[in-house]
Each structure stands twice: as C-alpha cells, then as structure tokens.
C-alpha cells in the first residue's frame, strides 16, 4: 500500500489535502496514527507560541522540507515520523525557549551596569554638592530626590537615568580603585535582599525605607554585600 506523504497528513490536518488523502486516512490505521500525532504537535505550537515569537528561517525551512523516501515497510516509515516529531518540539524548545523567559530584576541591571558602567555618566558630581546635584537631576525622573551619600572606599562620579519597563531608576556610577561599582536606586520596588553572581559580576539588594537599593560590581558577594550595607542614600523630597 502507497502511504500519503508526511507532507500531505499535515495538509489534511490544516484541511487543505486532496480527497484522496481524507480516505485513504479513514480506512488506515498507521496513517490515522501519524494524523493523530501531527494534529498534537501542531495545537502544542499554536498553544505555545505567540506573535512575539519568531521562527528561526532555517528551522521552518527544516520542519516544511518534504521527508526522504522511505527504504522498505511501514514499521520504519512509522518510526521515521516519530523521529521527525520528536526533533520539530525539540528544535521549537531550543529555539524559541530562551526567548519566552522574561529576565529579572537584577539580571537587567547587571547589563545596564556592563553597557553603560563604563561610560561617562549624564551628570558628573563630585564634592560638597554632589548630593544637591544628584538630587536635582533624579527627581523629574525618579519622584523623590535622593538624597546620596558615600560609599566606603568609593570614588562617587556621577549619574545617570535608567528605566527597566514602566520603571525609573537612578543610576550612581563610583569608582572604586580601577573598578565601576553601579547603584540602582529604586522607589517603591518589591526586591528581596541578598547578593547573588551572574557571571564576572555580583548584584547586592537591600532595602533604605522606601527605596530598593541595588549595586553592581566584579567583587563577590562576600565583599560587595558589606559595601551595599554600609551606603548612606536616602528618600528626600520631590
């Protein structure tokens, strides 16, 4: 018996078959089983995926391509669909997995401390009036003023300011040594506390009253955490 390509099975799924193929579906039962698993894998996609996701062009050109014609006997052209199946939900996971997942917190400001760590700040401050500075510029974006401090044995340079979502945040770039220390200062966050390491960087949060304080640096957690402990920012005025 002359058995419809997998080509065609996934036709007659989306309806779109010749007649031929619905009847020679209704009156075989390892056809009705690769139909049946063909329809699992295909409401398993549209479940899954949505409009944000976009599918690799080699990974669709693989999954579409016409199979290779079977050696001898149903058993291994039945296998060979199997196969096929398992490698396309394989290939989908692989491909559109990492996209699905939404970084978190730290894990942002982690790369915002790579990208923009290094680079002059928007507003340089240093001295007496470093807090007055800081505090003018943070607070259209941030509404309140923070009202900044040291970091001991810091260098304090300058800020700038971040938004992660719908979230503003100040950013206080230090210099510590020949290292960049970066303090997230967020108000009303929900963050818990502790330090954790993502990759050469640590990331350390604690909460100052209403504000969610997070610094970034290449020290482990067992230094920058006491470093984070020990910073003087507060909540000032709008």
Do not use: K
């Not at 730290?106 to 505090?135: C, I, K, T, W, Y």
């Not at 300058?158 to 997230?184: K, V």
């Not at 604690?206 to 969610?212: H, I, K, V």
């Amino acid at each position: 018996m002359t058995h419809p390509s997998d080509a065609l099975l996934s036709a007659h799924v989306d309806g779109e078959a010749p007649e031929g193929v619905a009847a020679h579906v209704a009156s075989c039962v390892q056809c009705r089983a690769r139909v049946e698993a063909l329809a699992g894998v295909a409401g398993w996609v549209a479940e899954t995926l949505d409009a944000e996701h976009e599918v690799p062009p080699s990974l669709l050109a693989a999954v579409t391509a016409e199979p290779a014609a079977p050696r001898s006997g149903s058993g291994w052209r039945g296998a060979a669909a199997a196969a096929a199946l398992l490698s396309l939900v394989g290939a989908l996971v692989l491909a559109l997995g990492d996209g699905a997942r939404t970084p978190s917190l730290r894990e942002e400001v982690v790369a915002d401390h790579r990208r923009l760590g290094a680079g002059a700040p928007e507003v340089f401050a240093s001295g007496a009036d470093a807090s007055e500075v800081l505090a003018r510029h943070f607070a259209p974006h941030l509404g309140v003023a923070p009202v900044v401090g040291g970091l001991p044995g810091a260098e304090l340079v300058g800020g700038r300011r971040c938004t992660f979502g719908d979230t503003p945040a100040a950013l206080l770039t230090y210099r510590r040594a020949a290292e960049t220390l970066s303090l997230f200062v967020f108000d009303g966050v929900d963050e818990a506390e502790g330090c954790a390491r993502y990759g050469e960087e640590s990331v350390c949060a604690r909460r100052a009253g209403a504000l969610t304080l997070m610094l970034v640096g290449p020290e482990p957690p067992a230094e920058l955490g006491p470093l984070l402990a020990s910073a003087t920012v507060a909540r000032g005025a709008q």
